[in-house]
T-cell receptor
Framework: QKEVEQDPGPLSVPEGAIVSLNCTYS??????FMWYRQYSRKGPELLMY????GNKEDGRFTAQVDKSSKYISLFIRDSQPSDSATYLC????????????FGAGTRLFVKA | DAGITQSPRHKVTETGTPVTLRCHQT?????MYWYRQDPGHGLRLIHY???????DKGEVSDGYSVSRSKTEDFLLTLESATSSQTSVYFC?????????????FGEGSRLTVL
């Protein structure tokens, strides 16, 4: 079983829809939770970062972490065609060389 | 811009040949990482470095070696390439200035082993 599970999609939604992306994990030592966005043929870029449990909002993006359920989510409001990309969840513990473990990534298409 | 350059960006090679990928950074970051990205697997850590001559294995290190003789360069070597090593390879650095431990990635090196 992988440490981090993420549905690879693809997920196709109309412009303006609310998008929900999710990951589950098995390692209770994970404390830092991140979402990276990757456009085609580019390297991933950090989109959202959360420490421990809770919510974090940044514009149209909201990240949620539920450590009791080992479940994290990313919500995108008013989705735009420019949001079409692969979204990778990522997480790491406090120790161990700052090794970050990634999910498989969910491919999102937002149709105009 | 984290000043990361990967080379070569594209390479086609044959099974059994050695291959070296180079990651070069210009901002004196201590931590550097090599990941591979494959459909359905996301990014998987191959090796990482926490300083000159200090390296450690990641989750998929078999068949790969690394070296870091200078702060700015982190080399990934496939001693004898196999078709299963066809992948996109990403180098990343950890930004020491940010408590998030945010990773900045290079543009990737696409390797095809025939």
């Amino acid at each position: 079983q992988k440490e981090v599970e993420q549905d690879p999609g693809p997920l196709s939604v109309p412009e303006g829809a609310i998008v929900s992306l999710n990951c589950t994990y098995s390692n209770s030592a994970f404390q830092y939770f991140m979402w990276y966005r990757q456009y085609s043929r580019k390297g991933p870029e950090l989109l959202m970062y959360t420490y421990s449990s809770g919510n974090k909002e940044d514009g149209r993006f909201t990240a949620q972490v539920d450590k009791s359920s080992k479940y994290i989510s990313l919500f995108i409001r008013d989705s735009q065609p420019s949001d079409s990309a692969t979204y990778l969840c990522a997480m790491r513990a406090d120790t161990g060389g700052f090794k970050t473990i990634f999910g498989a990534g969910t491919r999102l298409f937002v149709k105009a | 811009d984290a000043g990361i350059t990967q080379s070569p960006r594209h390479k086609v090679t044959e099974t059994g040949t050695p291959v070296t990928l180079r990651c070069h950074q210009t901002e004196n970051h201590r931590y550097m990482y090599w990941y591979r990205q494959d459909p359905g697997h996301g990014l998987r850590l191959i090796h990482y470095s926490y300083g000159v001559k200090d390296t450690d294995k990641g989750e998929v290190s078999d068949g790969y070696s690394v070296s870091r003789s200078k702060t700015e360069d982190f080399l990934l070597t496939l001693e004898s390439a196999t078709s299963s090593q066809t992948s996109v390879y990403f180098c990343a650095i950890r930004d020491k200035e940010r408590n998030t431990g945010e990773l900045f990635f290079g543009e990737g090196s696409r390797l095809t082993v025939l």
